[in-house]
T-cell receptor, first 113, second 115 residues
Framework: GNSVTQMEGPVTLSEEAFLTINCTYTATGYPSLFWYVQYPGEGLQLLLKATKADDKGSNKGFEATYRKETTSFHLEKGSVQVSDSAVYFCAQGGGGGSEKLVFGKGTKLTVNP | GAVVSQHPSWVICKSGTSVKIECRSLDFQATTMFWYRQFPKQSLMLMATSNEGSKATYEQGVEKDKFLINHASLTLSTLTVTSAHPEDSSFYIC???????????FGPGTRLTVT
């Protein structure tokens, strides 16, 4: 079945450091790919998405590119801030996000000043 | 906009009792709502998909008689855990979407502890 594997955390970085969180997927067909973020005490929020191969999703300085050849959707940010501390989930799904989502286990990021 | 609420945010109940969790879309009409379960340090696992006015579709391995889902209106879905047991203790999260092509908006989750 469809699955998502993302790097396990926790990840601890200093402010302004470069961030990469790896995510790979297995799927039949060509799903849409998503990164969700969960800040402490809040619900999951869509951070960015890509709906087809070679698409790049971007938001709030975060980027991820849909790589069909490597079945990957790695999340990157050039300079993290303390406010980026959260749990990040990679996910796949259909219908542009309106259909059921398959999530990775989540990666907790802590950014220290 | 696009806010989804859940009530209660946490609940403790005794083994053998039932507990109801509400999921509401506050500022939009949700044709579809989803219920997920999250174990500590694990990913969210979809339990069921519910469409307004029709029976929920349960994922394989989810007991539909134990986890009753009702989607009575375009803004409300409920999950009832019947005859709860300690192994049902978990974090339950709902999401809602307007429809095909639109993203899911997630509620903040409900922590259920069964003693």
């Amino acid at each position: 079945g469809n699955s998502v594997t993302q790097m396990e955390g926790p990840v601890t970085l200093s402010e302004e450091a470069f961030l990469t969180i790896n995510c790979t997927y297995t799927a039949t067909g060509y799903p849409s790919l998503f990164w969700y973020v969960q800040y402490p005490g809040e619900g999951l929020q869509l951070l960015l998405k890509a709906t087809k191969a070679d698409d790049k999703g971007s938001n709030k300085g975060f980027e991820a590119t849909y790589r069909k050849e490597t079945t990957s959707f790695h999340l990157e940010k050039g300079s993290v801030q303390v406010s980026d501390s959260a749990v990040y989930f990679c996910a796949q799904g259909g219908g542009g996000g309106s259909e059921k989502l398959v999530f990775g286990k989540g990666t907790k990021l802590t950014v220290n000043p | 906009g696009a806010v989804v609420s859940q009530h209660p945010s946490w609940v403790i109940c005794k083994s053998g009792t039932s507990v109801k969790i509400e999921c509401r879309s506050l500022d939009f009409q949700a044709t579809t709502m989803f219920w997920y379960r999250q174990f500590p340090k694990q990913s969210l696992m979809l339990m069921a998909t519910s469409n307004e006015g029709s029976k929920a579709t349960y994922e394989q391995g989810v007991e539909k008689d134990k986890f009753l889902i009702n989607h009575a209106s375009l803004t409300l879905s409920t999950l009832t855990v019947t005859s709860a047991h300690p192994e049902d203790s978990s974090f339950y999260i709902c999401s809602a979407t307007v429809g095909v092509g639109y993203e899911q908006y997630f509620g903040p989750g409900t922590r259920l502890t069964v003693t």
